[in-house]
Protein backbone atom coordinates (compact mmCIF):
# COMPACT_ATOMS: atom_id res chain seq x y z
CA UNK A 1 0.00 0.00 0.00
CA UNK A 2 1.17 3.53 -0.86
CA UNK A 3 2.99 5.33 1.85
CA UNK A 4 1.11 7.95 3.95
CA UNK A 5 2.24 10.28 6.55
CA UNK A 6 1.32 9.02 9.61
CA UNK A 7 -2.06 9.97 11.07
CA UNK A 8 -3.59 10.61 14.20
CA UNK A 9 -6.87 10.08 16.16
CA UNK A 10 -9.20 13.34 14.86
CA UNK A 11 -11.42 14.30 17.67
CA UNK A 12 -14.83 14.25 16.14
CA UNK A 13 -17.33 15.84 18.63
CA UNK A 14 -18.04 12.71 20.80
CA UNK A 15 -16.36 10.30 19.30
CA UNK A 16 -12.51 9.59 17.68
CA UNK A 17 -12.03 8.60 14.20
CA UNK A 18 -9.10 6.38 14.04
CA UNK A 19 -7.15 7.45 11.07
CA UNK A 20 -4.47 4.64 10.51
CA UNK A 21 -6.98 2.82 8.29
CA UNK A 22 -9.38 3.21 4.99
CA UNK A 23 -13.25 4.05 6.76
CA UNK A 24 -16.48 3.93 4.95
CA UNK A 25 -18.58 6.68 4.92
CA UNK A 26 -22.25 6.35 3.81
CA UNK A 27 -24.36 8.57 1.76
CA UNK A 28 -27.59 10.39 3.37
CA UNK A 29 -28.98 12.72 1.23
CA UNK A 30 -32.43 14.24 2.88
CA UNK A 31 -32.88 16.48 -0.30
CA UNK A 32 -35.30 15.60 -3.03
CA UNK A 33 -33.03 16.18 -6.21
CA UNK A 34 -29.83 14.15 -5.43
CA UNK A 35 -28.62 12.94 -8.69
CA UNK A 36 -29.04 9.27 -7.52
CA UNK A 37 -31.22 8.94 -4.59
CA UNK A 38 -33.35 12.26 -4.64
CA UNK A 39 -36.22 12.17 -2.39
CA UNK A 40 -35.70 8.00 -0.86
CA UNK A 41 -34.98 9.39 2.48
CA UNK A 42 -36.36 12.80 2.53
CA UNK A 43 -38.87 11.83 5.44
CA UNK A 44 -37.50 11.12 9.06
CA UNK A 45 -38.19 7.56 9.91
CA UNK A 46 -37.01 6.73 6.20
CA UNK A 47 -33.89 8.56 6.64
CA UNK A 48 -33.15 7.05 9.88
CA UNK A 49 -33.99 3.35 8.83
CA UNK A 50 -31.25 3.52 6.00
CA UNK A 51 -29.05 5.48 8.26
CA UNK A 52 -29.04 2.45 10.69
CA UNK A 53 -28.76 -0.35 7.64
CA UNK A 54 -25.23 1.74 6.82
CA UNK A 55 -24.38 1.50 10.48
CA UNK A 56 -25.35 -1.74 10.09
CA UNK A 57 -23.20 -2.58 7.25
CA UNK A 58 -20.11 -1.07 8.89
CA UNK A 59 -20.73 2.26 7.52
CA UNK A 60 -17.99 4.87 10.65
CA UNK A 61 -19.24 8.06 9.17
CA UNK A 62 -22.59 9.01 7.81
CA UNK A 63 -22.45 12.18 5.84
CA UNK A 64 -25.83 14.08 6.03
CA UNK A 65 -26.86 16.56 3.33
CA UNK A 66 -29.85 18.66 2.72
CA UNK A 67 -28.71 20.91 -0.40
CA UNK A 68 -28.39 19.11 -3.50
CA UNK A 69 -24.65 19.56 -4.76
CA UNK A 70 -25.49 17.54 -8.36
CA UNK A 71 -24.49 19.39 -11.82
CA UNK A 72 -26.38 22.38 -12.23
CA UNK A 73 -28.21 21.81 -8.40
CA UNK A 74 -30.22 24.77 -7.59
CA UNK A 75 -29.20 26.17 -4.14
CA UNK A 76 -31.84 26.08 -0.97
CA UNK A 77 -32.21 28.82 1.63
CA UNK A 78 -30.76 28.35 4.84
CA UNK A 79 -34.03 27.66 6.86
CA UNK A 80 -34.57 24.68 4.58
CA UNK A 81 -31.61 23.11 4.28
CA UNK A 82 -31.59 23.22 8.06
CA UNK A 83 -35.24 22.06 8.75
CA UNK A 84 -34.08 18.92 6.18
CA UNK A 85 -31.21 18.29 8.13
CA UNK A 86 -31.47 19.02 11.72
CA UNK A 87 -33.90 16.31 12.96
CA UNK A 88 -32.10 13.60 11.69
CA UNK A 89 -28.82 14.90 12.68
CA UNK A 90 -30.83 14.52 16.34
CA UNK A 91 -32.12 11.56 16.11
CA UNK A 92 -28.72 9.37 14.61
CA UNK A 93 -26.81 11.14 17.46
CA UNK A 94 -29.24 10.19 20.04
CA UNK A 95 -30.15 6.26 18.28
CA UNK A 96 -27.02 4.98 16.68
CA UNK A 97 -23.12 4.95 17.63
CA UNK A 98 -21.52 6.53 14.63
CA UNK A 99 -19.53 9.47 13.31
CA UNK A 100 -22.18 12.14 11.70
CA UNK A 101 -20.90 14.21 8.50
CA UNK A 102 -23.25 17.07 7.72
CA UNK A 103 -22.94 18.14 3.86
CA UNK A 104 -22.89 21.86 4.11
CA UNK A 105 -21.73 24.94 3.32
CA UNK A 106 -24.16 26.84 5.09
CA UNK A 107 -22.49 28.90 8.20
CA UNK A 108 -25.93 28.58 10.20
CA UNK A 109 -26.53 24.32 9.46
CA UNK A 110 -22.85 24.07 10.70
CA UNK A 111 -23.42 25.42 14.00
CA UNK A 112 -26.70 24.35 15.11
CA UNK A 113 -25.80 20.54 13.66
CA UNK A 114 -22.83 20.81 15.82
CA UNK A 115 -24.79 21.29 18.75
CA UNK A 116 -27.12 18.99 18.08
CA UNK A 117 -23.89 15.92 17.79
CA UNK A 118 -22.32 16.57 14.62
CA UNK A 119 -18.81 15.48 14.61
CA UNK A 120 -17.80 16.52 11.12
CA UNK A 121 -18.24 19.82 8.64
CA UNK A 122 -17.86 18.43 4.93
CA UNK A 123 -18.02 21.41 2.97
CA UNK A 124 -18.04 20.91 -1.19
CA UNK A 125 -17.02 24.78 -1.14
CA UNK A 126 -14.09 24.73 1.22
CA UNK A 127 -15.59 27.48 3.14
CA UNK A 128 -16.19 29.80 1.10
CA UNK A 129 -19.16 31.20 1.47
CA UNK A 130 -19.44 34.44 3.84
CA UNK A 131 -19.33 33.17 7.66
CA UNK A 132 -18.93 29.97 6.54
CA UNK A 133 -14.90 30.16 7.85
CA UNK A 134 -15.77 31.59 11.65
CA UNK A 135 -18.72 29.28 11.67
CA UNK A 136 -17.12 26.12 11.17
CA UNK A 137 -13.89 27.78 13.11
CA UNK A 138 -16.68 28.07 16.01
CA UNK A 139 -18.06 24.45 16.13
CA UNK A 140 -14.67 23.06 17.24
CA UNK A 141 -14.98 20.18 14.78
CA UNK A 142 -12.66 18.71 12.21
CA UNK A 143 -13.45 19.98 8.42
CA UNK A 144 -13.26 18.50 5.37
CA UNK A 145 -12.39 20.98 2.39
CA UNK A 146 -13.23 20.00 -0.98
CA UNK A 147 -11.69 21.50 -4.47
CA UNK A 148 -14.40 22.97 -6.66
CA UNK A 149 -14.33 25.83 -9.41
CA UNK A 150 -17.38 27.98 -9.31
CA UNK A 151 -20.68 26.78 -8.02
CA UNK A 152 -22.28 23.37 -8.71
CA UNK A 153 -24.82 25.13 -11.32
CA UNK A 154 -22.43 26.35 -13.34
CA UNK A 155 -19.03 24.01 -12.15
CA UNK A 156 -19.43 21.81 -15.39
CA UNK A 157 -18.89 25.34 -17.96
CA UNK A 158 -15.54 24.00 -19.70
CA UNK A 159 -13.44 23.61 -16.57
CA UNK A 160 -9.74 24.25 -17.73
CA UNK A 161 -6.44 23.30 -16.00
CA UNK A 162 -2.89 22.89 -17.12
CA UNK A 163 -2.15 20.08 -14.31
CA UNK A 164 -4.84 19.09 -13.16
CA UNK A 165 -3.65 17.14 -9.80
CA UNK A 166 -1.25 20.42 -9.04
CA UNK A 167 -3.92 23.04 -9.27
CA UNK A 168 -5.79 21.39 -7.22
CA UNK A 169 -3.17 20.54 -4.34
CA UNK A 170 -2.69 24.04 -4.52
CA UNK A 171 -6.19 24.96 -3.96
CA UNK A 172 -6.55 23.12 -0.88
CA UNK A 173 -3.27 23.98 0.08
CA UNK A 174 -4.40 28.08 0.39
CA UNK A 175 -7.82 27.01 1.68
CA UNK A 176 -5.64 25.18 4.69
CA UNK A 177 -4.11 28.69 5.23
CA UNK A 178 -7.56 30.41 5.26
CA UNK A 179 -8.55 27.96 7.96
CA UNK A 180 -4.91 28.56 9.87
CA UNK A 181 -5.76 32.43 9.77
CA UNK A 182 -9.10 31.91 11.91
CA UNK A 183 -8.26 29.02 14.26
CA UNK A 184 -8.88 25.67 12.11
CA UNK A 185 -5.52 23.62 12.49
CA UNK A 186 -4.32 21.15 10.24
CA UNK A 187 -4.90 18.45 12.75
CA UNK A 188 -8.55 19.16 12.15
CA UNK A 189 -8.39 19.15 8.07
CA UNK A 190 -9.28 16.21 5.73
CA UNK A 191 -8.78 17.02 2.06
CA UNK A 192 -11.17 16.06 -0.51
CA UNK A 193 -10.36 16.05 -4.31
CA UNK A 194 -13.62 16.88 -5.76
CA UNK A 195 -13.79 14.30 -8.52
CA UNK A 196 -16.32 15.04 -10.60
CA UNK A 197 -16.92 18.60 -9.24
CA UNK A 198 -15.56 20.92 -12.07
CA UNK A 199 -13.51 18.70 -13.62
CA UNK A 200 -14.10 16.19 -16.92
CA UNK A 201 -13.68 12.78 -17.24
CA UNK A 202 -10.39 13.35 -18.12
CA UNK A 203 -9.56 15.62 -15.77
CA UNK A 204 -11.25 12.98 -13.25
CA UNK A 205 -9.22 9.75 -14.70
CA UNK A 206 -5.49 12.41 -14.58
CA UNK A 207 -6.49 13.51 -10.70
CA UNK A 208 -7.58 9.98 -9.52
CA UNK A 209 -4.09 8.17 -11.26
CA UNK A 210 -1.81 10.95 -9.44
CA UNK A 211 -3.59 11.46 -6.25
CA UNK A 212 -0.99 10.37 -4.30
CA UNK A 213 0.83 13.84 -4.93
CA UNK A 214 -1.81 15.42 -2.75
CA UNK A 215 -0.12 13.47 0.50
CA UNK A 216 2.32 15.77 0.04
CA UNK A 217 -0.31 17.95 1.60
CA UNK A 218 -0.10 15.78 5.05
CA UNK A 219 -3.76 15.48 5.43
CA UNK A 220 -5.96 12.35 5.32
CA UNK A 221 -8.07 12.30 1.95
CA UNK A 222 -11.87 11.96 1.75
CA UNK A 223 -12.44 9.99 -2.17
CA UNK A 224 -16.21 10.00 -3.28
CA UNK A 225 -16.64 8.99 -6.58
CA UNK A 226 -20.05 6.30 -6.30
CA UNK A 227 -21.89 6.38 -8.88
CA UNK A 228 -20.65 9.67 -10.52
CA UNK A 229 -20.57 10.46 -14.20
CA UNK A 230 -16.86 9.69 -14.64
CA UNK A 231 -18.00 6.06 -13.81
CA UNK A 232 -20.54 6.02 -16.17
CA UNK A 233 -18.44 8.28 -19.01
CA UNK A 234 -15.81 5.87 -18.90
CA UNK A 235 -18.05 2.16 -18.94
CA UNK A 236 -21.10 3.92 -20.66
CA UNK A 237 -23.53 2.86 -17.99
CA UNK A 238 -26.25 4.60 -16.38
CA UNK A 239 -26.55 5.69 -12.43
CA UNK A 240 -28.06 2.40 -11.34
CA UNK A 241 -25.25 0.38 -13.24
CA UNK A 242 -22.28 1.63 -11.74
CA UNK A 243 -21.43 0.04 -9.10
CA UNK A 244 -18.88 -2.60 -10.14
CA UNK A 245 -17.24 0.84 -11.82
CA UNK A 246 -17.35 2.15 -8.00
CA UNK A 247 -16.12 -0.55 -6.45
CA UNK A 248 -12.98 -0.58 -8.64
CA UNK A 249 -11.97 2.49 -7.60
CA UNK A 250 -13.05 2.20 -3.92
CA UNK A 251 -10.24 -0.37 -4.02
CA UNK A 252 -7.87 1.79 -6.24
CA UNK A 253 -8.35 5.06 -3.86
CA UNK A 254 -7.61 2.66 -0.62
CA UNK A 255 -4.47 1.28 -1.89
CA UNK A 256 -3.36 5.09 -3.17
CA UNK A 257 -3.98 5.81 0.40
CA UNK A 258 -7.90 7.53 0.61
CA UNK A 259 -8.81 7.20 4.63
CA UNK A 260 -12.31 8.03 3.78
CA UNK A 261 -14.50 6.71 0.70
CA UNK A 262 -17.42 8.07 0.93
CA UNK A 263 -20.40 5.88 -0.98
CA UNK A 264 -23.94 4.86 -1.66
CA UNK A 265 -23.30 1.41 -1.74
CA UNK A 266 -21.75 0.53 1.77
CA UNK A 267 -21.90 -2.43 2.42
CA UNK A 268 -20.39 -4.06 -0.85
CA UNK A 269 -17.30 -1.00 -0.37
CA UNK A 270 -16.85 -2.41 3.10
CA UNK A 271 -15.88 -5.75 1.99
CA UNK A 272 -13.43 -4.41 -0.54
CA UNK A 273 -11.91 -2.29 2.17
CA UNK A 274 -11.45 -5.81 4.79
CA UNK A 275 -10.57 -7.76 1.80
CA UNK A 276 -7.37 -5.26 1.23
CA UNK A 277 -7.15 -4.78 4.63
CA UNK A 278 -6.48 -8.83 5.35
CA UNK A 279 -4.08 -9.43 2.02
CA UNK A 280 -2.09 -6.19 3.74
CA UNK A 281 -2.05 -7.47 7.64
CA UNK A 282 -1.13 -11.08 6.22
CA UNK A 283 2.46 -12.05 7.16
Known amino acids: MTSVQSLTWLPCGNRVLDLAHTHVMGI ?32 TLIDVGGESTRPGAKAVSPLEELERVAPIVERIHRELDVIIS ?31 LDAAAATGLPVCLMHMLGEPGDMQDNPQYRDVTKEVGEFLAERMTQCASVGIPAERIILDPGFGFAKTLQHNLSLFKH ?16 RKSMIGQALNRPVGERLFGGLALAALASVKGARILR ?13 IAAVELAE
Request: charged letters at 25%; zero cysteines; hydrophobic letters at 45%.
Open 211 to 226: MEALHALGRPLLVGVS
Open 263 to 275: VHDVAETVDVVRM
Open 28 to 59: LNVTPDSFSDGGRYSQLDAALRHAEAMVAAGA
Open 102 to 132: VDTSTPAVMRETARLGAGLINDVRSLRRDGA
